[in-house]
């Protein structure tokens, strides 16, 4: 079955650092989705792309964080000076049409210190 | 916010069917009901959608009410390996749509 593949499963950086979060989409999907749920609360949508921009975005995707999509199978999240308040575990997602295809990554845990 | 309500918790039997309340009393027309679990910390994973008929794969049943203000997600034969956070979650079915997840319902199946 086909999977949204995550790297790395879990990042360690120090805080005002730049970090990029990698994400390999399902081949087929158009619709690319980063989620992050912080240790013990719910996951929350971050931003949504497609046709190679942003469709939506959270309050919580502010100034510090961008995506790309840098060729034809990546896309990935960058955190320009992460926060300790950024820890969290980060999902990439991808859909083609509708809910049944849409597909999460396994996650990337990052820990700022 | 979530648009859905759902117990915290609930346990079931290994082997018994467990049954999962979900309340969307606010759902509009061209909402559809989806669940999806999330075990330990990994992603979430699909489980199955519904607009208003029942709906039955090779991993749940999902009854929804003939009102459809609520709905019930059935793990036929729960396994040790559904304990998870089970979420129901309504959405409509657009592209690029994102999904708002409430604190779902924490599943124990026990032996």
């Known amino acids: 079955e086909p999977e949204v593949t995550q790297t790395p499963s879990h990042q360690v950086t120090q805080m005002g650092q730049e970090v990029i979060l990698r994400c390999v989409p399902i081949s087929n999907h158009l619709y690319f989705y980063w989620y992050r749920q912080i240790l013990g609360q719910k996951v929350e949508f971050l931003v949504s792309f497609y046709n190679n921009e942003i469709s939506e975005k959270s309050e919580i995707f502010d100034d510090q964080f961008s995506v790309e999509r840098p060729d034809g199978s990546n896309f990935t999240l960058k955190i320009r000076s992460t926060k300790l308040e950024d820890s969290a575990m980060y999902f990439c997602?991808?859909?083609?049409?509708?809910?049944?295809?849409?597909?999460f990554g396994s996650g990337t845990r990052l820990t700022v210190v | 916010d979530a648009k859905t309500t759902q117990p915290p918790s609930m346990d079931c039997a290994e082997g018994r069917a467990a049954n999962l309340p979900c309340n969307h009393s606010t759902i509009s027309g061209n909402e559809y009901v989806y669940w999806y679990r999330q075990i330990h910390s990994q992603g979430p994973q699909y489980i199955i959608h519904?607009?208003?008929n029942n709906e039955t794969n090779e991993m749940a049943s999902l009854i929804i009410t003939e009102d459809r203000k609520s709905s019930t997600l059935i793990l036929p034969h729960a396994t040790l390996r559904d304990t998870a956070v089970y979420y129901c979650?309504?959405?409509?079915?657009?592209?690029?749509?994102?999904?708002?997840f409430g604190p779902g319902t924490r599943l124990s199946v026990l032996p």
């Open positions: 519904g607009l208003k």
């Open positions: 979650i309504v959405r409509v079915a657009d592209y690029g749509q994102n999904f708002v």
């Open positions: 997602a991808s859909s083609r049409t509708g809910g049944t295809g849409y597909t």
